[in-house]
C-alpha cells in the first residue's frame, strides 16, 4: 500500500466545487446527525516566535438514505498562523498540512497541502450557508478583504447563485487589483467601497480586523453575510447591531462564542444564547427553515471546521486516485508485504 502525496497544484486540481459543496454539506449533516467525532481545536502557543500551531481531528460518515454514496473518513490537519513569516522567511502566514486516513485500519492514505484545502473547504463552506440563506436570484456579491481566502469564496458562490456582478475592497490597492484581473473576463467586476461591498445581494468578509468595519446601515435589508475572518478571540468584523438584526447561523457553537464573528460581543453579555438561530447543520438537515420571505439580513458565523477538511480531502484522494495523480510513496514500507 503506497501512501498519496498532493501538493497545492495536486489538490486544486482534484477539488471540483460542486463536489466539494456537496461534501461539506453533507459534513455539516453528519456532524448534526451525531455521525461526526470533532474534538476541540488544540492550540500550541509559540510567543517567542510570535506564532502558534493548532491541531484539528475529525471523523465522520456520511449516510444516504436515499440510495447514494455512503463513506467514512477521518484526519487531522495541522496548521499554523505565523504573522512575521513573510517578511522573515519568505512563506506563507498560515502553512497546513492534512493527513486523511483510512478509518478502518489508520493507514494514512494521503498526505496534502492543507493550505489550498483550507481556503477550498472555506469556500465551499459559505456556499453551502450562501444556497440556504440567501435570496434565490442574489446576482451581486460583496467581498470585503482581497487575501487568499476571497478567491475561493467568489468561486464557491457562484457555483449556487447566478452571480454577475461582484464589488472588491481591501485597504491594499494593489491586492484588490490582482482579485479583479483573476476575474474580470468572467463577471462584472470593480474595486469599491466597504459599503457598496456590503449592499450586495451577498457578502463575504474575509479580514484580520480587531474592531468592525461593516456598518449596519452599510447592509442591504435582505443581504446575506458570511462572516469569514474572525477565526481567534477578539476579532469582530460585523458591527453589533448587524448580528442583533439578523438571522445568525454558526457553524460550531463552542467555536463561534469563543473564536468566531460574534466572540467580542458575546464575551461582553451584548448577544446571547438566544441572538442565535440555528447552527448551520439544523438548518442541512431539516430541524431548523434556512431563509423565508419574511427574513432579511441573514448572517452565518464560520470558523472553519475539521470536519470540513476531512470532508474536502475525501474528495480530493477520491478524485486524485481516479486520475492517478499525485505521488505514491511508502510511507510504512509496507508497499510489497
Request: negative net charge.
Amino acid at each position: 500500500m503506497h501512501t498519496l502525496l498532493l501538493d497545492s497544484d495536486d489538490v486544486r486540481a482534484n477539488a471540483p466545487m460542486e463536489e466539494l459543496i456537496s461534501a461539506v454539506e453533507d459534513a455539516f449533516g453528519a456532524y448534526q446527525r451525531g455521525d461526526a467525532q470533532m474534538p476541540a481545536k488544540s492550540y500550541i502557543d509559540l510567543p517567542q516566535y510570535n506564532g502558534d500551531f493548532r491541531s484539528m481531528p475529525a471523523y465522520l460518515r456520511v449516510r444516504d438514505e436515499t440510495g447514494g454514496e455512503e463513506w467514512d473518513a477521518a484526519g487531522v490537519k495541522w496548521v499554523n498562523v505565523h504573522p512575521d513569516n513573510r517578511a522573515e522567511y519568505g512563506l506563507p502566514t498560515v502553512l497546513g498540512t492534512m493527513i486523511y486516513s483510512d478509518p478502518k485500519n489508520a493507514f494514512p492514505l494521503a498526505i496534502m497541502d492543507g493550505r489550498e484545502l483550507t481556503m477550498l473547504r472555506t469556500g465551499a463552506a459559505a456556499a453551502v450557508a450562501t444556497d440556504h440563506l440567501a435570496v434565490t436570484d442574489a446576482a451581486s456579491l460583496g467581498i470585503v478583504g482581497a487575501g487568499v481566502q476571497s478567491y475561493t469564496q467568489l468561486e464557491a458562490i457562484e457555483a449556487v447563485r447566478p452571480i454577475e456582478e461582484v464589488v472588491v475592497s481591501d485597504v491594499d490597492a494593489e491586492r484588490a487589483a490582482e482579485f479583479i484581473d483573476q476575474f474580470e473576463d468572467r463577471f462584472e467586476i470593480r474595486g469599491g467601497s466597504v459599503a457598496e461591498a456590503a449592499s450586495c445581494d451577498v457578502l463575504s468578509t474575509v479580514t484580520p480586523v480587531e474592531s468592525p468595519i461593516v456598518d449596519r446601515e452599510m447592509v442591504g435589508e435582505e443581504t446575506h453575510i458570511n462572516a469569514i475572518g474572525a477565526d481567534a478571540a477578539g476579532k469582530h468584523e460585523l458591527a453589533n447591531e448587524i448580528l442583533l438584526d439578523a438571522k445568525l447561523v454558526i457553524d460550531d457553537y463552542e467555536q463561534t462564542t469563543h473564536s468566531g464573528e460574534i466572540n467580542v460581543p458575546y464575551s461582553e453579555g451584548t448577544l446571547t444564547d438566544a441572538d442565535i438561530y440555528s447552527s448551520l447543520g439544523e438548518i442541512v438537515t431539516g430541524e431548523k427553515t434556512g431563509r423565508t420571505t419574511e427574513d432579511g439580513i441573514t448572517v452565518f458565523d464560520s470558523t472553519g471546521l475539521a470536519i470540513q477538511d476531512v470532508a474536502a480531502a475525501h474528495v480530493v484522494y477520491t478524485a486524485a486516485r481516479e486520475r492517478d495523480n499525485g505521488t505514491p510513496f511508502d510511507l510504512l514500507g509496507v508497499a510489497d508485504s
